[in-house]
């Protein structure tokens, strides 16, 4: 299954960098079926998991990362496109913690294609029955999700 995370929100350098962590770094790798679009400032930055490199998992690394890419024009050495912001994501179910289904829900409806996930605070459509979970963690608890319902184990 391809994942697509998308941030709704406007975020630091540091808070896309800990987003672009938590959806497309695994403990012993890169998740190459994966995409992540983060919003910057004016820009869209959006990696995919095949294309990146570089991306460290420490939140000082990842900020440096982001802000290589973004205002240094590093943008291509780190494999990464940065498109202005009337570029539109893909659509997909909102994710956020006023959801009214789980994931789990949604992934069982969808399961073997593509799954494209919005995150942000005030995404009201489906999600984590979470209070205050930091935007940027969502994608790594979607991937805990989506990895145990690939591999066949409960949930």
């Known amino acids: 299954m391809k994942r697509i995370h998308i941030s709704a929100d406007i975020m630091t350098a540091e808070e896309a960098g800990l987003f672009l962590v938590s959806a497309l770094l695994v403990s012993h790798g890169v998740r190459i079926d994966t995409e992540a679009w983060v919003r910057v400032g004016d820009v869209w930055l959006v990696a995919r998991g095949n294309n990146i490199r570089q991306l460290r ?70 999600g984590f029955q979470v209070d205050e979970l930091k935007v940027w963690l969502m994608p790594a608890l979607a991937n805990v999700i989506l990895d145990r319902i690939e591999a066949g184990l409960p949930t």
């Open 57 to 126: 998992p420490d939140p000082v690394s990842a900020d440096a990362w982001v802000r290589a890419a973004i205002y240094k024009g590093r943008a291509s050495r780190l494999g990464v496109k940065l498109l202005k912001p009337d570029h539109t994501p893909p659509p997909g179910p909102c994710v956020g913690p006023m959801g009214e289904i789980s994931v789990v829900d949604m992934v069982r409806a969808r399961l073997g294609g593509t799954m494209v996930l919005w995150y942000g605070r005030d995404c009201r459509e489906a």
